[in-house]
């Protein structure tokens, strides 16, 4: 996790970044909604005036969206005075609540201090990555209440009103309490922060954590159990309520948005357990599939979006996020998840409602998906600096790279992408057939068929017992071992014939960690086992490596990959799988954290739910 910062927690669109004390003090930290940061301090003070300074004895965040602290004064072997905090977040503020207990047998004094203010920052201002010079937000204190009020350049206005209990003082900066308690005497002090946010003015019902849970009684038992209930808990927590469903943000903190390619692997490893969550996240994705070609934010007809973002960057395209379509595999992924659903529900109605974008869809992966018409499905990196120049799953820019290290240049055309592609394909052609188009479905399965057949032909590199990673803009195979080639197990691409040599390369020393798959070979020359993409260890990568598996009959060998992510996750303090860790081999030590991973990732808690499936005989 990134040491900066300790408590992250999450409900809907608001998220809250702080310290370990679940404090919000410097740089990132804030409270967040939409896309803004509401609150950037937010901080108690314990001014004690009798004994010492309060210590911290433990904290917990038993769910997503709730910490709950225990602080105390200590004299000699005993407490004297404690201090309980529980903060709980909601779609739109906060309520943080503290009981004061004198447990000694003398008077205690204490005083107590609230820093709040609000800069309303862009989150991609307040992580450094863009500047912006902006009036200080008002502050208007009366009594018990505190409100910041701040204008945005396009004219949208929000109101962050703080509301504490009667013993408070408030002030333009936050809250003061001046507390004398006799022996045994217990008070509770209460602060209730609100967002008045226009973009959420009409919030939908969310699911409930107990509802939620109900839809995994059936699950098969876990070899961890407390880490799967963390997991179910971290998906309801992720969930996204908007007017076509619930959808599941990419991760927390920075990541509270809709995904395209996150939310469909999400709702696909969900599959069978919450079809919602699929019927969500398609509906939601169809409403804002691209109508247009706009290169700025790389829209195309057809095309299904990278990433939604509601802040005043985004708002005023100073950023491509309002609707960012920098993704190749997010279109092919709406439709085997739409197939997904179908087969999962055994109901054909989502599909005709959905008729006319994933027709869509299949016109963007010809017409636009295939750029030099050979068949294959690239993109070609962006080249300005608005967008990503890797657009596949592996988005960061050294992901793509020869033998000798050489990053890969030109329109790229991806391994996993043409299988994903391929899956699309078929799905089509079942559709077709399904609602009565015979002559349809041929020519999507003949399409699917030509595909599946130069794909082995062009990318299976046989010296390495692997496919290829990519082809570059000239043609030329990126000639790695990668866990790429594992995904295509999973879209049904490989040939049976080769199946056996591929599998031993993705358990071979070069690629298998005890942990999971690593992302590059260990042989390889830019293999960094602390990078993000070039020998890490994700493990949603390596759950989707072990549904693969279990589809082609390697069933021994995905309950392998499941034992090793359960492993992973309960060697975690918080028994979560980290968005990806560092791909050093298992040994007695523990495994190594990337500095700045996601915590909790929606797709790696789905991977916990998916992996059950893989029980069982051979």
């Given at each position: 996790m990134d040491f900066r910062f300790n408590t992250v927690l999450k409900e809907h669109y608001a998220f809250f970044v702080g310290d370990r004390d679940a404090h919000v003090l410097t740089g990132e930290h804030g409270f967040y909604v939409r896309d803004t940061r509401v609150l950037s301090r937010y901080a108690w003070r314990w001014l004690p005036g009798d004994g010492p300074e309060p210590q911290t004895l433990v904290v917990a965040t038993p769910r997503p969206d709730v910490v709950h602290a225990h602080h105390a004064q200590i004299e000699g072997p005993s407490q004297t005075v404690a201090l309980r905090r529980t903060l709980r977040i909601h779609a739109s503020g906060l309520v943080d609540e503290v009981e004061i207990e004198n447990t000694s047998n003398e008077r205690r004094s204490l005083s107590l201090e609230l820093d709040a203010a609000a800069d309303f920052a862009d989150l991609f201002e307040a992580r450094g990555w863009h500047r912006v010079d902006r009036p200080p937000a008002q502050a208007e204190a009366s009594g018990s209440s505190l409100t910041l009020n701040h204008t945005a350049s396009d004219g949208v206005a929000s109101t962050v009103r703080l509301s504490f209990d009667a013993l408070a003082a408030a002030r333009p900066d936050g809250a003061d309490w001046e507390l004398s308690l006799?022996?045994?005497?217990?008070?509770?002090?209460?602060?209730?922060?609100?967002?008045?946010?226009?973009?959420?003015?009409?919030?939908?019902?969310?699911?409930?954590?107990?509802?939620?849970r109900r839809g995994f009684d059936d699950l098969p038992s876990a070899p961890h159990q407390g880490v799967l209930d963390r997991a179910v808990d971290d998906l309801r927590g992720l969930l996204l309520f908007t007017p076509d469903g619930p959808v599941p943000a990419a991760g927390i903190p920075w990541f509270v948005a809709t995904f395209g390619r996150d939310a469909l692997i999400t709702a696909h490893l969900l599959l069978p357990y919450q079809p919602g969550v699929a019927a969500g996240t398609l509906r939601h994705l169809a409403r804002h599939q691209g109508t247009k070609v706009d290169a700025y934010r790389a829209e195309e007809p057809g095309k299904i979006l990278h990433e939604i973002r509601f802040g005043e960057l985004s708002r005023t395209d100073r950023v491509p996020h309002r609707a960012y379509f920098g993704t190749v595999d997010a279109t092919p992924l709406f439709l085997t998840l739409l197939e997904a659903h179908r087969s999962a529900t055994g109901s054909l109605d989502l599909v005709r409602e959905l008729q006319p974008s994933w027709e869509a869809a299949l016109r963007w992966l010809v017409d636009f998906g295939d750029r030099d018409g050979d068949g294959f499905v690239e993109f070609a990196p962006a080249t300005d600096g608005s967008g990503l120049a890797v657009q596949s799953w592996k988005d960061s820019a050294d992901s793509m790279s020869h033998q000798d290290g050489a990053l890969a240049t030109g329109a790229l055309a991806v391994s996993e992408v043409q299988g994903y592609a391929y899956a699309a394909y078929r799905a089509a052609a079942t559709w077709l057939e399904?609602?009565?188009?015979?002559?349809?479905?041929?020519?999507?399965?003949?399409?699917?068929?030509?595909?599946?057949?130069?794909?082995?032909?062009?990318?299976?590199?046989?010296?390495?017992?692997?496919?290829?990673?990519?082809?570059?803009?000239?043609?030329?195979?990126?000639?790695?071992?990668?866990?790429?080639?594992?995904?295509l197990l999973w879209t049904g691409i490989v040939p049976v014939s080769h199946a056996d040599r591929l599998v031993a390369e993705l358990f071979g020393p070069e690629l298998w960690t005890g942990w999971g798959i690593r992302t590059l070979g260990s042989g390889e020359a830019r293999y960094n086992p602390v990078s993000y993409h070039n020998g890490s260890v994700w493990p949603h990568d390596t759950a989707l490596i072990a549904a693969g598996l279990a589809r082609y009959g390697y069933r021994t060998e995905a309950r392998r990959v499941r034992d090793a992510l359960y492993d992973l996750a309960a060697a975690q303090p918080d028994l979560r799988l980290p968005e990806l860790v560092g791909g050093y081999a298992r040994d007695e030590r523990p495994p190594v954290p990337y500095p700045v991973a996601c915590r909790p990732q929606a797709w790696d808690a789905a991977a916990l739910v998916h992996v059950l499936a893989f029980d069982g005989n051979d």
């Open positions: 006799a022996p045994g005497e217990r008070v509770r002090l209460r602060v209730a922060v609100d967002v008045a946010h226009p973009l959420d003015a009409a919030p939908v019902e969310p699911i409930g954590y107990e509802a939620w399904l609602l009565g188009e015979p002559e349809q479905a041929r020519g999507w399965t003949t399409r699917a068929d030509l595909l599946r057949d130069r794909f082995h032909e062009v990318f299976w590199q046989d010296d390495l017992g692997t496919y290829a990673l990519a082809l570059d803009g000239q043609k030329r195979a990126l000639r790695v071992r990668n866990s790429d080639a594992g995904q």
